[in-house]
């Protein structure tokens, strides 16, 4: 590879969302921008070599990305309907273009992505699409959906962007809280489905997770220290506490590994570092959001060298103030698992027999695993292979499956 196409590349990979986000600002449609996007590396290709890397390359590519978007329009003869429609911006001037304004620009991007009136599913594509660079053919395989369905999810998608005219910006202050919570929560749908698949062959799908934490980064650096976005830091703490432990979930025959069995000496420090003194600093600065109490909650499991060291009663507690702030099944089933470490099988399996006695979480096979453990744990050796058994019937990755049928095989040696 020749320098000047090495160089092409490298600003490809660190300046692609940056340039994007600035042409769709500009031109006011995600696909004219992507196609823009392409036909400025394009160029660059072509005239880097011969005239050399440009003192601020994002200018050019945006430079160079909206004046072929024109050309397009031009020869399309859209010209006076669509020109019309762009902002009366000069893209040369350094005011439109300066590092400044385009950080702005992938934080409108990221609001704009994540906007109330789109589904769930696709704010989720779409933020993989245009934010984190990601393929339509690496979302569908990501999320195990057919290419079609995928590709018209990102279609429907940006359709009602353009005809709802959701506005491309940060949200004014009063409705920013209820816009930041979306985008938050759409990052971490991607890091779990990155970190625990919902289904397929493999449990992780580490590209997903690195996409959220890197977004995640970006969302905290363009947030500042403003009081909004603590729960942004908190996040990010959340997801590298529990990324930390990413290359021990695993074991050699691919088949989950449990917390307490996990290597904790290869455990990433680095991650744990950082992850506990972001929770730390968010807790110091009042602040007690849903994020914050989870990875507060994971910062003790991380902090604990040994499993009999983890402090369970703290994590009780912590479950405790977050079922307060954010009510939820899941997190009453994660506390009556807490509540079992500390206080014994019996009262944790009568807390999710009172759980699952209500209804609550209905195919999720979680629920009749924690039971079986429980059971097992009991010397309910019959009762046990009941649950494990329910639970197979219900899981859908090949590794938990493997797990779960490990563990069915221990209980038939004991005699369950």
Known sequence: MSEAAAAVERVHREERGRVLATLIRLLGDFDLAEEALQDAFTLALETWPRDGLPENPRAWLVTAGRNRALDRLRRARLHASKLSELPPEDVSSPAVVDHAEIEDDRLRLIFTCCHPSLATEAQVALTLRAICGLTTEEIARAFLLPLPTLAQRLVRAKHKIRQARVPYRVPPPEL????????????????????????????????????????????????????????????????????SRRNTRLGDDGSLVLLEEQDRGRWDRAQIAEGVARVEATLRAGSAGPFALQAAIAALHARAERPEDTDWRQIVALYGLLLRVQPSPVGELNRAVAVAMLDGPERGLLLLDALEGRGALPGYHLLPAARADLLRRLGRLDEAATSYRRALALVRTAPERRFLERRLEHLSAWGG
């Open 176 to 243: 920013l809280r209820e816009r930041l919570d979306s985008a938050l929560a759409v990052v971490y749908l991607v890091f779990n489905e990155g970190y625990s698949a919902t289904a397929g062959d493999s449990l992780l799908r580490s590209e997903l997770s690195g996409e959220a934490i890197r977004l995640c980064r970006l969302m905290v650096e363009l947030g500042g220290e403003q009081a909004e976005w603590r729960e942004a830091s908190a996040l990010l703490a959340l997801m590298l506490l529990h990324d």
